[in-house]
């Protein structure tokens, strides 16, 4: 059998992913699960770096899931709430099935690491280090919670507000992963975000449409009046598309349950996949979700303390604009894809330790 080469170069972002950001610990009940769509190299690289610190994972494959965040075997569920910490590595996110908020109820630490294949573990964006994601992360986290309202514009024609609510902003991560958390590792890690409970009003023009793989040839357009989803233009495929998922899921499916944008300068804008989970790690890119949301957490500064889902219809789909301009309040966030931050002179200073231009 020829030796995988590229295998050999994902373990430094296996490294950065399992044993930086998710604290891995020898005596820890470890579960690694793919799928029979995933790249089993992306599993492989991380089960060697955790048999490299001595841990005794148990990798599952399941069969592969046509939608995001279905349900896995019930097997498979009781394997993750058995967990101390979870690494998915699946051709779909798991991030908002059932079986990962109950295993993040039961205390395990739950890592998203779904890519279109292991060339995303050997990027410069899972290089990163994660001690500058912490330090972005607080930064722009800070800002969104001082914020009042956000507003969201490109080039193409989006023009979208929201109220800014200090509970409805999420930022991660801003430490290593605690028990009852979650994380996602796609190519590199890093975003804030907040639920905009029901103010969103506006239009929305994506590049990028969840499941779709590429940039789409005519942008999608939604239209949004008191955080729902009230009209789709676009090309037939796409407008046919939402239009299912309204039927399927009902007005939860219209529903804008989150806005998000990445903070890592060195992810690539990977959109030749149907998650496009890597570009939204890419620093400045703005993800929408519809469908389901968690309208607020206990303790904004503690994601342990996240409220169950408040709208739930069982569906829940980024899409990506790759170059927005963000504002919180009067306050330049993002500038048509370029995250301002980034020029601050202490994270500038911080990169060049690493050898790294922001």
Same mark, same amino acid.
């Given at each position: 059998?020829?030796?995988?080469?590229?295998?050999?170069?994902?373990?430094?972002?296996?490294?950065?992913?399992?044993?930086?950001?998710?604290?891995?610990?020898?005596?820890?009940?470890?579960?690694?699960?793919?799928?029979?769509?995933?790249?089993?190299?992306?599993?492989?690289?991380?089960?060697?770096?955790?048999?490299?610190?001595?841990?005794?994972?148990?990798?599952?494959?399941?069969?592969?899931?046509?939608?995001?965040?279905?349900?896995?075997?019930?097997?498979?569920?009781?394997?993750?709430?058995?967990?101390?910490?979870?690494?998915?590595?699946?051709?779909?996110?798991?991030?908002?099935?059932?079986?990962?908020?109950?295993?993040?109820?039961?205390?395990?630490?739950?890592?998203?690491?779904?890519?279109?294949?292991?060339?995303?573990?050997?990027?410069?964006?899972?290089?990163? =280090?994660?001690?500058? &994601? *912490?330090?972005?992360?607080?930064?722009?986290? %800070?800002?969104? #919670?001082?914020?009042?309202?956000? @507003? $969201?514009?490109?080039?193409?024609?989006?023009?979208?507000?929201?109220?800014?609510?200090?509970?409805?902003?999420?930022?991660?991560?801003?430490?290593?992963?605690?028990?009852?958390?979650?994380?996602?590792?796609?190519?590199?890690?890093?975003?804030?975000?907040?639920?905009?409970?029901?103010?969103?009003?506006?239009?929305?023009?994506?590049?990028?449409?969840?499941?779709?793989?590429?940039?789409?040839?005519?942008?999608?357009?939604?239209?949004?009046?008191?955080?729902?989803?009230?009209?789709?233009?676009?090309?037939?495929?796409?407008?046919?598309?939402?239009?299912?998922?309204?039927?399927?899921?009902?007005?939860?499916?219209?529903?804008?349950?989150?806005?998000?944008?990445?903070?890592? =300068?060195?992810?690539? &804008? *990977?959109?030749?996949?149907?998650?496009?989970? %890597?570009?939204? #790690?890419?620093?400045?890119?703005? @993800? $929408?979700?519809?469908?389901?949301?968690?309208?607020?957490?206990?303790?904004?500064?503690?994601?342990?303390?996240?409220?169950?889902?408040?709208?739930?219809?069982?569906?829940?789909?980024?899409?990506?604009?790759?170059?927005?301009?963000?504002?919180?309040?009067?306050?330049?966030?993002?500038?048509?894809?370029?995250?301002?931050?980034?020029?601050?002179?202490?994270?500038?200073?911080?990169?060049?330790?690493?050898?790294?231009?922001?």
């Amino acid at each position: 059998m020829p030796a995988d080469f590229r295998l050999m170069e994902a373990l430094q972002g296996a490294r950065n992913c399992a044993i930086t950001l998710a604290d891995a610990k020898p005596d820890e009940k470890i579960v690694i699960i793919a799928d029979t769509h995933s790249d089993t190299r992306i599993a492989q690289a991380v089960m060697a770096v955790l048999l490299e610190i001595g841990a005794d994972p148990a990798l599952i494959v399941q069969k592969a899931r046509p939608f995001p965040h279905e349900e896995p075997p019930e097997p498979v569920a009781q394997a993750m709430k058995a967990a101390d910490l979870i690494f998915c590595c699946t051709y779909q996110e798991m991030i908002y099935a059932q079986a990962r908020l109950e295993a993040t109820k039961s205390g395990a630490r739950y890592i998203e690491m779904v890519m279109d294949s292991v060339e995303s573990m050997c990027t410069e964006g899972a290089r990163y =280090p994660i001690e500058l &994601i *912490f330090e972005t992360c607080r930064r722009i986290f %800070e800002q969104w #919670r001082s914020g009042e309202t956000i @507003h $969201v514009t490109c080039d193409r024609g989006s023009d979208l507000t929201a109220q800014l609510q200090p509970q409805n902003v999420v930022g991660g991560p801003m430490k290593p992963v605690e028990p009852g958390t979650f994380e996602v590792f796609a190519g590199g890690t890093g975003d804030v975000g907040m639920w905009p409970a029901w103010t969103a009003e506006g239009v929305l023009v994506f590049d990028c449409v969840h499941t779709f793989i590429g940039r789409l040839k005519t942008p999608t357009k939604l239209f949004v009046e008191g955080g729902q989803v009230v009209r789709v233009e676009g090309d037939a495929e796409q407008v046919t598309f939402f239009e299912g998922i309204f039927e399927k899921f009902g007005d939860g499916g219209r529903h804008i349950g989150e806005l998000m944008i990445g903070l890592n =300068p060195k992810a690539r &804008i *990977f959109i030749d996949d149907p998650t496009h989970l %890597e570009a939204h #790690r890419h620093a400045g890119c703005l @993800h $929408v979700a519809t469908g389901m949301s968690i309208d607020f957490y206990e303790d904004p500064t503690d994601r342990t303390t996240m409220k169950s889902p408040t709208v739930d219809p069982g569906i829940h789909l980024d899409h990506l604009i790759i170059e927005p301009t963000i504002k919180i309040d009067d306050e330049v966030c993002v500038e048509k894809g370029r995250l301002k931050v980034l020029d601050h002179p202490d994270l500038q200073a911080m990169a060049a330790k690493y050898g790294l231009s922001l």
